[in-house]
């Protein structure tokens, strides 16, 4: 209702409301004092299927009576809750409280869990059954939609279980990440390069810095190119954690590998984004969080999994 600038849909509801309820009382009212005129035989005179005949009883009293209360309980129901139009109700009682009081509820049972936790270095709560249970079910919740239900992520979303990091895998690189997300942005380098052949020779050297398949005579060729890279993949091409630019010479590749993944990387480049969870979750829980992503990569025997 507080969508209406005026109040006249307000009253405009309460009026049919109330009418209704009027209405429904005369009608019980007619009916009840109406006599049908009756044959001797206390029968209405209808008669179907040959022999079934109406009689002409009144109603029963105790049925009356339950149609007088269920009236009453409506006015009841209408003074104390909200639905007279806009009208609140004496109780006070809204969705979007409920909805807060329960809330509330929750995180209150939760707290003392949680203060547990406060004290714990991330390293600490990755060992601690509990805090990884949690993580866990955080984890399900708000981030398996995009790095996969077992933290290997796909094409574009990164696997988050192989200690290779974009952004560094510290649990303060881990937790930077979760609090304010990251954006990761390549742009356009065609013109840089110069020619078609040139983007071509050059995502050949790139491959080549990985030992991926690549054609080696046009890898010479599209070495000098590299320059163009170096500012943000490192002369190395190593990368650079401070830009989120990737690692060229592991063999992992985020947005796919070959001359034409890597062709259209340099042709389009790239906006790759995970979004912030600081105002979805709470720093407790990026606290837990930040511990589960860490201990993905660096559980005793994580890399044998
Ligand atoms: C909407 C999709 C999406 C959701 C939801 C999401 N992420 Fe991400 N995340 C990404 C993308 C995309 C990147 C890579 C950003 C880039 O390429 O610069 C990323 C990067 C990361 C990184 C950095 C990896 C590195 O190599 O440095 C971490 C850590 C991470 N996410 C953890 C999480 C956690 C934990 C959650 C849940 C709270 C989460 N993400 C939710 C899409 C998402
Ligand atoms: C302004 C900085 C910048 C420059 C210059 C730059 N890159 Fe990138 N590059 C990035 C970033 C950042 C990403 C990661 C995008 C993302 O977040 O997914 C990236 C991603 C890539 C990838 C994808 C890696 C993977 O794992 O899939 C390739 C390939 C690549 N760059 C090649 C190049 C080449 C070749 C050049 C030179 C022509 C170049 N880049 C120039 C910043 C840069």
């Known amino acids: 209702m507080s969508d209406f600038t ?31 005129v009756s ?21 029963p009293r105790w049925w009356m009576w339950m149609f007088v209360l269920t009236i009453v ?3 009841g129901y209408l003074a104390l809750y909200p ?18 009081q329960e809330m509330e509820k929750g995180r209150a049972e939760i707290e003392p869990v949680y203060a ?19 993580g866990e079910r955080l984890f399900m919740n708000n981030c398996a939609q995009c790095h996969g239900s077992d933290a290997r992520g796909s094409k574009s979303f990164p696997n988050l279980t192989d200690g290779d990091w974009l952004y560094g895998g510290s649990p303060e690189k881990i937790s930077e990440t979760l609090h304010q997300g990251r954006v990761g942005n390549m742009p ?38 590299f320059g163009a890279c170096a500012a943000c993949h490192g002369t190395d091409a190593k990368g650079n954690q401070a830009l ?11 947005h796919g590998w070959g001359e034409e993944a890597i062709t259209a990387m340099i042709n389009k480049g790239k906006v790759n984004e995970m979004p912030a969870q600081a105002g979805k979750l709470t720093d407790a829980q990026l606290g837990v969080l930040t511990a589960y992503v860490w201990s993905l990569s660096n559980k005793p025997g994580a890399a044998a999994r």
Request: glycine residues 8%.
């Open 73 to 75: 309980f409506s006015l």
């Open 244 to 254: 989120g630019a990737p690692n060229l010479t592991d063999d992992i590749w985020l």
């Open 39 to 59: 044959t001797s035989d206390n029968t209405t005179g209808h008669v179907w299927d040959e022999d079934l005949t109406e009689m002409n009883n009144p109603m």
């Open 83 to 100: 639905g007279l139009g806009s009208f609140a109700g004496k109780l006070g009682w809204s969705q979007q409280g409920e909805y807060q």
């Open 6 to 36: 005026s109040n006249f849909w307000s009253v405009y509801v309460a009026g049919l409301t109330i009418v209704s309820i009027i209405a429904c009382l005369l009608l019980l009212w007619i009916t009840a004092r109406k006599k049908v």
């Open 188 to 225: 356009p380098m065609a013109e840089a390069v110069g020619s078609a052949e040139d983007v071509r020779n050059l995502s050949h050297y790139v491959l080549s810095l990985s030992g991926s398949p690549h054609d080696s005579l046009r890898a010479s060729l599209g070495k000098a190119k």
């Open 116 to 134: 547990r936790f406060a004290s714990m270095k991330p390293e600490e709560m990755a060992a601690d059954t509990q805090a990884m249970a949690i």
